[in-house]
């Protein structure tokens, strides 16, 4: 739907003969006033986000590859293995997510359809925000001094992965934000601009009631005939 998505609105034709053509005007220019630091700030977001999610991912993947081959006795935490094996799947779908929105962006000068967008971000917010705290926690704690230095190694790249994944939630916050002021001044402006109160259509109603009786020699026969 056109109007439920980050969009930047054409301007109106200023030689319209419509009544009300400047109030149109005034509105359709305040809103291209407000949408372009919109869509930048949009695509600078979106482009952060793939700029966090790519990071995230090599960082956890390579702790994850290495520990299955090579660091088997590292002892790494389960908590904060379990949150880098999510957090770098979140990583690699917002890659995708994310490069979608921008071919939308680049191409049709609107992102992907605002609802859509505002589940990604709450879904990409809680987890990642859960998902890298509870592991940042937990690999804080799991390697001590004498772990060795391919622990410290393995504790380092975690760390660094994982804090990439809280920026993508930080980032989405962000975007989240955004978009929930531009479905609120979508709401606010179609109740002010498009949207009127019902109204009965003037005309006239008319009710015509007809009422006939029977003629007196039709109810003398009807009687003599009951009488029968």
């Known amino acids: ?121 709450v879904i990409v917010i809680f987890f990642s925000f859960g998902w890298s705290v509870m592991g940042l926690v937990a690999n804080a704690s799991w390697c001590e001094w004498s772990c060795g230095g391919t622990g410290e190694t393995i504790q380092l790249l975690v760390g660094i992965g994982l804090s990439f994944g809280l920026g993508i939630g930080i980032t989405h916050l962000a975007l989240f934000l955004m978009r929930c002021s531009l479905a609120l001044r979508w709401v606010f402006e179609r109740r002010r601009n498009g949207s009127r109160p019902f109204r009965i259509p003037t005309g006239h109603f008319t009710v015509e009631f007809t009422i006939r009786f029977l003629r007196q020699d039709n109810a003398d026969v009807f009687q003599s005939g009951n009488g029968e």
């Open 1 to 121: 739907m056109e109007d439920d998505s980050e969009t930047v609105p054409l301007l109106i034709d200023p030689y319209t003969d419509s009544p009300g053509a400047d109030e149109q005007s005034d509105v359709m220019l305040s809103r291209n006033s407000t949408a372009r630091p919109f869509h930048r700030m949009t695509v600078a977001l979106t482009w952060l986000s793939i700029a966090l999610s790519v990071p995230t991912f090599a960082f956890l993947l390579t702790v994850l590859t290495m520990d299955q081959v090579f660091w088997r006795d590292s002892k790494l935490d389960p908590t904060a293995k379990e949150s880098s094996s999510w957090m770098m799947t979140l990583a690699l779908a917002m890659v995708f997510i994310g490069f979608l929105n921008l071919v939308c962006l680049y191409m049709h000068q609107r992102a992907m359809p605002l609802f859509l967008n505002l589940v990604i971000d």
